[in-house]
Antibody
């Protein structure tokens, strides 16, 4: 069965860095695009970043551009979110999610069919 | 501030119907596929609609979706206590080159 297992969260001081990992199993990882999504305390879901199946295409939410980097290692069935210059506004539960994404002649379909269990990142001094 | 607007809450009695609207623009809902997610606090969100109208395996046909121009709607009929959750719409925004979620709607069963 499809499993996405996140790790790497915790408490970190403002301005410091943290790397989240998401280990995938139960499917051919290299065929799927992947995303990071977060939910701050008391807030709604917020998309963070996207990486294509081969790692060539990456997109980011504006507020994390230049600070966060998404990457993947298809040989390890794992993808990552390197988070630098963290601030209190980055405090959230971070979810990794799988995207079966496909494109037709006019547009691409993006959706999240499997999610990890969530990993809490707390930025606090 | 999300680019997709949903009502904060909707409610109905057991067995009744609720609808959740998701209002966007031509750069997102108007020209891209919409998906919907059910989210219970402390758990992973669950996909209930993808590609605007399709239900994943295991999602009952009490849940349906529609789209008109730059708005999408999720409908739940035969409301059950197990349907109580937060529901989010989502889609790609071609102008922003980002995925966007709606503001979220809390469904309550009276």
């Amino acid at each position: 069965q499809v499993q996405l297992v996140e790790s790497g969260g915790g408490v970190v001081q403002p301005g410091r860095s943290l790397r989240l990992s998401c280990a995938a199993s139960g499917f051919t990882f290299s065929n799927y695009a992947m995303h990071w999504v977060r939910q701050a305390p008391g807030q709604g879901l917020e998309w963070v970043a996207f990486i294509s199946y081969d790692g060539r295409d990456k997109f980011y939410k504006d507020s994390v551009k230049g600070r966060f980097t998404i990457s993947r290692d298809n040989s390890k069935n794992t993808f990552y979110l390197q988070m630098n210059s963290l601030s209190a506004e980055d405090t959230a539960v971070y979810y990794c999610a799988r995207d079966p994404r496909y494109c037709d002649s006019t547009t691409c379909s993006y959706y999240f069919d499997y999610w990890g269990q969530g990993n809490l990142v707390t930025v606090s001094s | 501030q999300s680019v997709l607007t949903q009502p904060p809450s909707v409610s109905a009695a057991p067995g009744q119907k609720v609808t959740i609207s998701c209002s966007g623009s031509s750069s997102n809902i108007g020209n891209n596929y919409v998906s919907w997610y059910q989210h219970l606090p402390g758990t992973a969100p669950k996909l209930v609609i993808y590609d605007t109208y399709s239900r994943p395996s295991g999602i009952p046909d009490r849940i349906s979706a529609s789209k008109s121009d730059t708005s999408a709607t999720l409908g739940i009929t035969g409301l059950q206590t197990g349907d109580e959750a937060d529901y989010y719409c989502g889609t790609w925004d071609s102008s922003l080159s980002t995925y966007v979620f709606g503001t979220g709607t809390r469904v309550s069963v009276l």
